[in-house]
């Protein structure tokens, strides 16, 4: 009996500690806001807001004062009355301010740092999307038409291969494209829509699967907007662009919609002009439902055409026989179109959880024209290659999120699954001449690839301490039909992996907040490579991350971390060739930083440095470089926001020397160029403004190869850097209408 009384006692006491209080978090127009840092000053307890603006937290007491602070938003300090009542709080818009940003080991601090930088320096072109991933590095090779080429983490990503890309829940990434694993075309999104930026480096994250390697990025477009707008630029190069932003409901509590449009052309810097065209158009429709459901509906339309200069030989500038915007085969170029529509509910089921689903379907079309080698396989008619690529893809995801709260510690997870189905016919690689005569199929059939994926997620909150594991696992089935055989036959294979993730993190202080991040990703091979050459169907990749978070002032962040990244043997299908080239074992060891410095209200600094050390494992000391991989990254500026109607930003990238082969005797030039925007309000609705980009004239190559090639007048072959040019001095200004 004496024990059932200290029980009862005991449990009384564990009780009176662990009174959960409930609330909700919302803007002026009564619209949920997620991720608000809710803090008892109290007892030091905190919490998140969920995607509803709801939030639990535990061992409230009645007078203890609770701070509320996000990033954009005024922060408040709310009284706690009454335990029994749910609160509703609502948060002021505001002019951001670092010092509303709070350490702790919940914040995720890389969407913090983009939407820093998205709000003091907006993007204002497709180009500009990707160059918001700190230590993501871009480069366009192909007319501005073809999606760019990446470089982060000491990895030539080529499109995409080792990062995974996502728009609204719409997968970015293609696999088995006719161009290259992992393609990603980005150009379907308009970059004035663009309201989140959430990425990480490494592959650590379990609700992340193929191509998240090097890192994943997702982007998330706006749930309404502010006002409708209409802009127009005019820039050099018979430049022209123009974007509409349409409010379709107002400010309505429970349901947004507006439609986006934006139309560019461009002939660009070179000799032979671009002709390059691109029309976008997205609607989104956003509502909140009586039973806590929120609704989305996303559907856009893009198409781009355009011509292309290629890559020209270095050897041909030095001797004066073209300048450097000048073409060997100005018959390159391609169109694409790309039509995605997009549904996503998330439902509230208590105040504790509640379930993410998203399904999409989209309809692709590419072909591209290439000639990399000029008269190498053939002297008469040339080595123009086209690439075409038709396909279907499609999936769904569900997650559900759930928290328990206790006395010490807290538990959050997510459980979740999907399919992604890639459906692509008559892919093709084919010799052709004059865009118009196909010569010789060199690759021709159809491709189906299924994936399906599952994961679980637990965070174990402790008051400064936080382990997190997590475990995905990965089906593929690829099936191919080689239509250049003459017999009728379906290749197909499958392959499962298992995919662990662990993570800490530990918040000594508001200040400080270290971690590490350990995981195995992976990126899956081309289908053609997996059935008709038996290769390597899903090489993993083994990573870590060791960092800490410092906020040593109220308005200074630094982000930084040491890095280890080891890839299995990997077989990369190369598909302007048609073939398999193997890359082997590789290492690659860096250190990231990212500064962010508000010096007033008005003025904001932003750094990001990276070094990355890649080398080739199996490879003699000497012989091991990697081709093209980064080894010194660096962009950052200074950004003026808001002063006297006056904004704008200067913003330096920085690519060192790498090396362009395996013995590092080939070096491809590095470069250091600088950009510019002045932005002035005139009034309430029309603002005007200046876009500067290489505002030094500098001569910088923006992709480089190592290529051998073979002019029409060359009876031997040359092996040397083959080069696109960057962009020279390029000024537009643009006027906006708000209404």
């Given at each position: 009996m004496k024990f059932i009384y200290i029980l009862i006692a005991f449990t009384a006491t564990i009780s009176g500690l662990g009174q959960t209080l409930n609330g909700i978090v919302v803007d002026n127009y009564g619209n949920s806001i997620s991720d608000v840092y809710v803090y008892n000053q109290n007892n030091l307890s905190h919490t998140h807001t969920n995607e509803f603006g709801n939030f639990t937290l535990t061992n409230a007491?009645?007078?203890?004062?609770?701070?509320?602070?996000?990033?954009?938003?005024?922060?408040?300090?709310?009284?706690?009355?009454?335990?029994?009542?749910?609160?509703?709080?609502?948060?002021?818009?505001?002019?951001?301010?670092?010092?509303?940003?709070?350490?702790?080991?919940?914040?995720?601090?890389n969407s913090t740092l983009t939407k820093i930088d998205l709000t003091n320096n907006p993007v204002n072109s497709s180009q500009e999307i990707l160059r918001k991933v700190p230590g993501l590095f871009i480069g366009q090779h192909a007319g501005g038409g073809k999606a760019e080429q990446l470089f982060l983490r000491g990895f030539d990503i080529d499109h995409g291969t080792d990062v995974a890309i996502t728009a609204d829940g719409i997968p970015v990434n293609m696999p088995s494209h006719a161009h290259g694993q992992g393609y990603a075309d980005l150009h379907f999104l308009i970059p004035e829509t663009i309201d989140k930026i959430n990425f990480g480096k490494g592959p650590y994250t379990a609700s992340k699967g193929n191509f998240a390697t090097a890192a994943f990025v997702d982007f998330s477009t706006k749930e309404r907007l502010d006002d409708s707008s209409i802009s127009f630029e005019v820039g050099q190069f018979n430049t022209i662009r123009t974007v509409g932003l349409f409010d379709l409901l107002g400010n309505k509590t429970n349901s947004n919609a507006y439609i986006a449009t934006e139309y560019s052309i461009t002939d660009g810097p070179f000799e032979?002009?671009?002709?390059?065209?691109?029309?976008?158009?997205?609607?989104?429709?956003?509502?909140?439902?009586?039973?806590?459901?929120?609704?989305?509906?996303?559907?856009?339309?893009?198409?781009?055409?355009?011509?292309?200069?290629?890559?020209?030989?270095?050897?041909?500038?030095?001797?004066?026989?073209?300048?450097?915007?000048?073409?060997?085969?100005?018959?390159?170029?391609?169109?694409?179109?790309?039509?995605?529509?997009?549904?996503?509910?998330?439902?509230?089921?208590?105040?504790?959880?509640?379930?993410?689903?998203?399904?999409?379907?989209?309809?692709?079309?590419?072909?591209?024209?290439?000639?990399?080698?000029?008269?190498?396989?053939?002297?008469?008619?040339?080595?123009?290659?086209?690439?075409?690529?038709?396909?279907?893809?499609?999936?769904?995801?569900?997650?559900?999120?759930?928290?328990?709260?206790?006395?010490?510690?807290?538990?959050?997870?997510?459980?979740?699954?999907?399919?992604?189905?890639?459906?692509?016919?008559?892919?093709?690689?084919?010799?052709?001449?004059?865009?118009?005569?196909?010569?010789?199929?060199?690759?021709?059939?159809?491709?189906?690839?299924?994936?399906?994926?599952?994961?679980a997620n637990v965070d174990f909150q402790f008051q400064k301490f936080t382990i997190n594991p997590g475990l995905r696992l990965e089906y593929f089935k690829f099936n191919y039909q080689d239509k250049l055989n003459p017999v009728y036959k379906v290749l197909s294979n499958d392959k499962t992996k298992i995919l662990p993730k662990l993570n800490f993190s530990y918040a000594h202080n508001e200040k400080v907040v270290y971690f590490l991040k350990t995981g195995i990703g992976f990126h899956s091979n081309d289908s053609r490579v997996v059935l008709q050459q038996n290769k390597d169907i899903?090489?993993?990749?083994?990573?870590?991350d060791l960092g800490v978070i410092l906020k040593p002032t109220s308005r200074l962040i630094i982000n930084t971390a040491f890095w280890g990244l080891l890839s299995n043997q990997e077989f990369v299908y190369v598909g302007d060739a048609g073939i398999v080239e193997p890359s082997g074992k590789s290492k690659r060891l860096g250190l990231d930083c990212s500064i962010r410095y508000q010096l007033n209200d008005f003025l904001f600094l932003d750094f990001d440095g990276n070094y990355a050390y890649a080398r080739s494992v199996d490879e003699p000391e000497g012989d091991d470089f990697i081709p093209l991989a980064p080894k010194w990254t660096s962009v950052g500026g200074l950004s003026l926001r808001n002063y006297k109607r006056f904004s704008g930003a200067i913003h330096y990238r920085y690519l060192g020397d790498r090396p362009a082969d395996e013995s590092n005797t080939i070096i491809a030039p590095g470069y250091f160029v600088t950009d510019l925007n002045i932005n002035y309000q005139l009034s309430k609705s029309f603002a005007v403004g200046l876009f500067i980009q290489n505002l030094f004239d500098t001569e910088w190559n923006e992709t480089q190869f190592l290529t051998e090639s073979r002019l029409q007048n060359e009876a031997e072959p040359v092996e040397e850097i083959h080069f696109t040019p960057g962009t020279p001095f390029f000024a537009k200004i643009k006027a906006t209408y708000r209404f």
């Amino acid at each position: 009996m004496k024990f059932i009384y200290i029980l009862i006692a005991f449990t009384a006491t564990i009780s009176g500690l662990g009174q959960t209080l409930n609330g909700i978090v919302v803007d002026n127009y009564g619209n949920s806001i997620s991720d608000v840092y809710v803090y008892n000053q109290n007892n030091l307890s905190h919490t998140h807001t969920n995607e509803f603006g709801n939030f639990t937290l535990t061992n409230a007491s009645v007078n203890d004062s609770l701070k509320l602070t996000k990033l954009g938003y005024k922060p408040i300090t709310w009284k706690i009355r009454s335990i029994t009542e749910p609160l509703r709080i609502s948060l002021e818009e505001t002019v951001f301010s670092l010092s509303e940003v709070v350490l702790s080991p919940s914040v995720n601090i890389n969407s913090t740092l983009t939407k820093i930088d998205l709000t003091n320096n907006p993007v204002n072109s497709s180009q500009e999307i990707l160059r918001k991933v700190p230590g993501l590095f871009i480069g366009q090779h192909a007319g501005g038409g073809k999606a760019e080429q990446l470089f982060l983490r000491g990895f030539d990503i080529d499109h995409g291969t080792d990062v995974a890309i996502t728009a609204d829940g719409i997968p970015v990434n293609m696999p088995s494209h006719a161009h290259g694993q992992g393609y990603a075309d980005l150009h379907f999104l308009i970059p004035e829509t663009i309201d989140k930026i959430n990425f990480g480096k490494g592959p650590y994250t379990a609700s992340k699967g193929n191509f998240a390697t090097a890192a994943f990025v997702d982007f998330s477009t706006k749930e309404r907007l502010d006002d409708s707008s209409i802009s127009f630029e005019v820039g050099q190069f018979n430049t022209i662009r123009t974007v509409g932003l349409f409010d379709l409901l107002g400010n309505k509590t429970n349901s947004n919609a507006y439609i986006a449009t934006e139309y560019s052309i461009t002939d660009g810097p070179f000799e032979s002009p671009q002709n390059f065209n691109r029309f976008n158009i997205l609607g989104k429709y956003t509502t909140l439902l009586d039973n806590q459901t929120k609704l989305n509906f996303v559907v856009s339309h893009f198409k781009s055409r355009w011509d292309a200069s290629g890559q020209i030989p270095m050897r041909l500038v030095n001797d004066g026989s073209i300048t450097r915007f000048g073409a060997v085969d100005d018959t390159e170029g391609g169109f694409t179109s790309r039509s995605n529509f997009a549904v996503s509910m998330d439902k509230r089921i208590d105040e504790d959880s509640f379930v993410k689903t998203s399904a999409y379907i989209s309809k692709y079309d590419f072909t591209l024209f290439s000639n990399f080698t000029f008269f190498l396989e053939d002297p008469i008619n040339g080595d123009q290659i086209k690439q075409v690529d038709n396909r279907l893809l499609y999936g769904f995801n569900s997650v559900y999120n759930a928290k328990h709260n206790y006395s010490n510690f807290n538990v959050n997870y997510q459980i979740g699954g999907g399919v992604n189905v890639n459906s692509n016919k008559n892919i093709e690689l084919s010799h052709t001449l004059n865009r118009n005569e196909v010569l010789e199929y060199l690759q021709l059939g159809d491709i189906e690839e299924s994936n399906f994926s599952s994961f679980a997620n637990v965070d174990f909150q402790f008051q400064k301490f936080t382990i997190n594991p997590g475990l995905r696992l990965e089906y593929f089935k690829f099936n191919y039909q080689d239509k250049l055989n003459p017999v009728y036959k379906v290749l197909s294979n499958d392959k499962t992996k298992i995919l662990p993730k662990l993570n800490f993190s530990y918040a000594h202080n508001e200040k400080v907040v270290y971690f590490l991040k350990t995981g195995i990703g992976f990126h899956s091979n081309d289908s053609r490579v997996v059935l008709q050459q038996n290769k390597d169907i899903l090489p993993s990749v083994y990573g870590a991350d060791l960092g800490v978070i410092l906020k040593p002032t109220s308005r200074l962040i630094i982000n930084t971390a040491f890095w280890g990244l080891l890839s299995n043997q990997e077989f990369v299908y190369v598909g302007d060739a048609g073939i398999v080239e193997p890359s082997g074992k590789s290492k690659r060891l860096g250190l990231d930083c990212s500064i962010r410095y508000q010096l007033n209200d008005f003025l904001f600094l932003d750094f990001d440095g990276n070094y990355a050390y890649a080398r080739s494992v199996d490879e003699p000391e000497g012989d091991d470089f990697i081709p093209l991989a980064p080894k010194w990254t660096s962009v950052g500026g200074l950004s003026l926001r808001n002063y006297k109607r006056f904004s704008g930003a200067i913003h330096y990238r920085y690519l060192g020397d790498r090396p362009a082969d395996e013995s590092n005797t080939i070096i491809a030039p590095g470069y250091f160029v600088t950009d510019l925007n002045i932005n002035y309000q005139l009034s309430k609705s029309f603002a005007v403004g200046l876009f500067i980009q290489n505002l030094f004239d500098t001569e910088w190559n923006e992709t480089q190869f190592l290529t051998e090639s073979r002019l029409q007048n060359e009876a031997e072959p040359v092996e040397e850097i083959h080069f696109t040019p960057g962009t020279p001095f390029f000024a537009k200004i643009k006027a906006t209408y708000r209404f």
